[in-house]
């Protein structure tokens, strides 16, 4: 069964450009979240999708967003980026139910570095 | 205000030895309670996990240990092995649609 996949691993992007995220959940899975860790700080969770929909919402400010799509992909962005975004931008999935025992799955991340 | 806490940064164990991880939390609505691993690079991979109705569960060389009354939880290693020095989050949530809560993760280094 694959993982949840993270694309791109790595980028580099300029203080005030826009960034899109993009992340494939395990198979069968329809909810889809995504984590802001940097260092010295604990994941931070940004927003979580459940079947197209935003279900939970993390204190983030506007300019990170998120959608889900029909097969459950998911994208966030983030938009005039600043210098303390720099960040591993992490993404879970898990089937999305009602039990709390759900467990949620990790992509590898993305790295994301702001100049 | 963190609703949970891993107030160790880090820990140094012997090989062979016992590591205990330690988590702390305030919402007393959490009943599910999971820890994950990361190396340096990757995404936290999954670990073991406890619901609030048990106060132990094993796996293999792990086991977590959950005291409700105490809001805290512990994940004890034993044998530790040179492969378990990661980064150790703890986690809770109150519902299977809520987030999960993160502590802010203990360094485990495991000397040889």
């Known amino acids: 069964k694959a993982g949840v996949t993270q694309t791109p691993r790595y980028l580099i992007k300029t203080r005030g450009q826009q960034v899109t995220l993009s992340c494939s959940p395990i198979?069968?899975?329809?909810?889809v979240s995504w984590y802001q860790q940097t260092p010295g700080q604990g994941l931070q969770f940004l927003f979580e999708?459940?079947?197209?929909?935003?279900?939970n919402k993390g204190n983030f400010p506007g300019r990170f967003s998120g959608r889900q799509f029909s097969n459950s992909r998911s994208e966030m962005n983030v938009s005039t980026l600043e210098l303390g975004d720099s960040a591993l931008y992490l993404c879970?999935?898990?089937?999305?139910?009602?039990?709390?025992?759900?467990?949620?799955?990790f992509g590898e991340g993305s790295w994301l570095t702001v100049v | 205000d963190q609703q949970v806490k891993q107030n160790s940064p880090s820990l140094s164990v012997q090989e062979g030895r016992i590591s205990i991880l330690n988590c702390d939390y305030t919402n007393s609505m959490f009943d599910y309670f999971l820890w994950y691993k990361k190396y340096p690079a990757e995404g936290p991979t999954f670990l073991i996990s406890?619901?609030?109705?048990?106060d132990k569960n094993e796996d293999g060389r792990f086991t977590v240990f959950l005291n409700k009354s105490a809001k805290h939880l512990s994940l004890h290693i034993v044998p530790s092995q040179p492969g378990d020095s990661a980064v150790y989050f703890c986690a809770a949530r109150y519902s299977g649609n809520t987030p999960l809560v993160f502590g802010k993760g203990t360094r485990l280094s495991v000397i040889a």
């Open positions: 999708y459940f079947s197209e929909t935003q279900r």
């Open positions: 198979s069968g899975h329809r909810s």
């Open positions: 879970a999935s898990s089937p999305g139910g009602v039990t709390p025992g759900n467990t949620i799955y």
């Open positions: 406890i619901s609030s109705i048990k």
